[in-house]
């Protein structure tokens, strides 16, 4: 026979209403007793009914996230380490995670993949929107919070939680100014976006604080790809004289990568190299690739404690939180 809340109540020691409180995330309780309810409901494998809850409450404990997703695209990887650092913060407070991904790029895909949501009636909703500007959501979001992951929200208020790539990216230039180097060029993603345009800036504000002028002609704007980057790398190195080089972006440093082993070119002899997100072939390059690491399950972990504080308390400011990035020094540079 399953386990009921007044189990877990007497195996955690507390009331069955803090269980419920927990389970419901309907009162504070502290982390420590959380944490108490917690391993008794593991222990006694206790399930909450959520269709009871939601009849009772008027809620499904059901959140989406749409994040953007490309079939070429390394972002891939960053964006489900996010989603699995949401759903480890949910699973404990009862609620569960629907992902739906765009796959064409396309704010109306964007905008259909949010009405799916409401008649599912969700509870809250994450979202890594690829909109400049998402006012358009204040026209479509039903009467649940929204948290914005990776992107700042621009024409909607809502709580925001993104990584620091102008940190990240001033830590990757200082560290080749520091160096030596002073012709350092730059192959971003397309600007417009929160993340790539804060990229662009640490890099510009890095040469200004060392007396370094910005030569548009060592930046190359990309569109997020491998041909992307081979190309760029190819035209950036043909046409300047660079001594080194900061991809600010990850499926852009594969292909430049790539570009830089056909040519033979000696890493950092040559060329040195600094990349953007820390995956496993950043390590098995020759010589293994310094780059900068953005704390992704982390970034998940922290939104879905923001959604949660926001679904029990609608009233509060919003507010965006900044995690670190971290310069991960290798053989590049």
Known sequence: MPADIRQVAQQAGVSTATVSHVINNT??????????????????????????????SHKTNTIGLVVPILPSDTSNFFF???????QSKLKHHGYHLLLSTNTTESIEDEREQIRLFNSKQIDGLF???????????NDIVSNYPVVFIDRRARGYEADCVIADGYGGSYKAVKTLIDKGHRNIGLITGGLGISTSD????????????H???????????????????????????DEQNVTALFIANNVLTMGAMKYLQDMNIRIPEQLAVIGFDDY???RITTP??????????ELGEKAAEVMLERLADSAKPFEEYCLDTALVLRGSC
């Open 288 to 297: 293994p690739l310094t780059v900068i690491r953005q704390p992704s399950f």
């Open 211 to 237: 007396g370094i002028p910005y030569e548009e002609d060592m930046v190359r704007i990309a569109h997020p790809s491998f041909e992307s980057g081979y190309e760029n790398a190819k035209r950036l190195l």
């Open 198 to 209: 804060e990229r662009f800036n640490g890099y510009r504000q890095a040469l200004a604080d």
């Open 127 to 137: 979202i890594a929107s690829i909109a400049e500007e998402t006012s358009y959501l």
């Open 27 to 56: 009162r504070f309780v502290s982390e420590k007793t959380k944490k108490k309810v917690y391993e008794a409901m593991k222990l006694l494998n206790y399930q909450p009914n959520s269709v009871a809850r939601s009849l009772r």
């Open 280 to 282: 496993d072939w950043t």
């Open 80 to 86: 489900m380490t996010v989603a699995q650092g949401i």
